[in-house]
Structures are given as structure tokens and as C-alpha cells.
């Protein structure tokens, strides 16, 4: 992970927050040296079967990044909702979806160039 350019969190939506073993997870990283997460781009989308698609999971995820220094990717939010009607046999379906999470990859690139442009002229 410290090797990583950049990151990719993904997460379903339990009582409106993150899952308690992806929570588990970042807390046990971020107690490494150096921290794995500090100025690092991380692109985060989420899929559940109501309406807001992870949107509090995600933002509560934006939340524990800001302690952990991380470069969240702001736009796009990518937040699958009704999941159910989206996916079959295991394959996304929805083309609006897939074009948003082709953005999110594109995002997350050009956020992963840029940082390692500034930590080249450091
Ligand atoms: C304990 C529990 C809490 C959940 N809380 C939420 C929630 O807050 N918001 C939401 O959109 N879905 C919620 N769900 C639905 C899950 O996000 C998910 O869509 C559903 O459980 C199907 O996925 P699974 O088979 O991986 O559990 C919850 C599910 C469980 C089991």
C-alpha cells in the first residue's frame, strides 16, 4: 500500500455508516510509519440497496481521511443506489453508472499524476 500511487475504497452501507470491518482495516493502516494514507489520492464509491447509495457511509469515510491526510477524488461522487435493479449476475448494467465510474477511474489518474508531479519537484 505505502508503494501505491493511489487508492480505491469501496464500501456497502450499514446504519448509515461504513462497514465495521472496512473501519477496522484503515484504523490497523493508519497506525503504521510512515502512514499509508498521508497524501495519498483515494477514489471511494459505495453500492446499497436504498436511495441515497452510500452517501452518509462515504462521507463518514471523507470524514476519517481528513485525520488521515488523504487526497479524496471530490468530483465525481459515485454513489450506486438501488443496486438491485443495476447489476445482474454479478455485472454492472447500468450504463449511466458505468460511464460515472469510468469518470471516477479517470479522476483518480490524473489526481495520482499530479501528486507524484509535487512530490517530484520537492
Ligand atoms: C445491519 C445492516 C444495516 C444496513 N444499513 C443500511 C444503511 O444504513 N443504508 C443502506 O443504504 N443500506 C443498508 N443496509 C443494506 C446493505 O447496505 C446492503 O445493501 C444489503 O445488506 C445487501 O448487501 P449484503 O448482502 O452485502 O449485506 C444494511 C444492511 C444491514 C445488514
Redesign the pocket.
Same mark, same amino acid.
Given at each position: 500500500m505505502l508503494e501505491a500511487d493511489g487508492i480505491v475504497l469501496v464500501s456497502?452501507? +450499514?446504519? +448509515?455508516g461504513i462497514s465495521g470491518v472496512l473501519k477496522n482495516a484503515i484504523d490497523w493502516l493508519s497506525r503504521m510509519t510512515p502512514q499509508p494514507f498521508a497524501a495519498k489520492p483515494v477514489a471511494l464509491f459505495g453500492a446499497?440497496?436504498?436511495v441515497?447509495g452510500?452517501a452518509?457511509a462515504q462521507y463518514q469515510l471523507r470524514q476519517t481521511l481528513v485525520f488521515l491526510d488523504g487526497r479524496p477524488v471530490n468530483k465525481p461522487e459515485v454513489m450506486i443506489a438501488q443496486?438491485q435493479n443495476k447489476f445482474a449476475d454479478g455485472k454492472l448494467t447500468d450504463e449511466a453508472t458505468g460511464k460515472l465510474l469510468a469518470d471516477l477511474g479517470a479522476a483518480l489518474a490524473l489526481a495520482c499524476r499530479q501528486a507524484r508531479a509535487a512530490a517530484a519537484v520537492k
Open positions: 456497502p452501507e +450499514y446504519n +448509515y446499497s440497496m436504498g441515497l452510500t452518509r443496486a
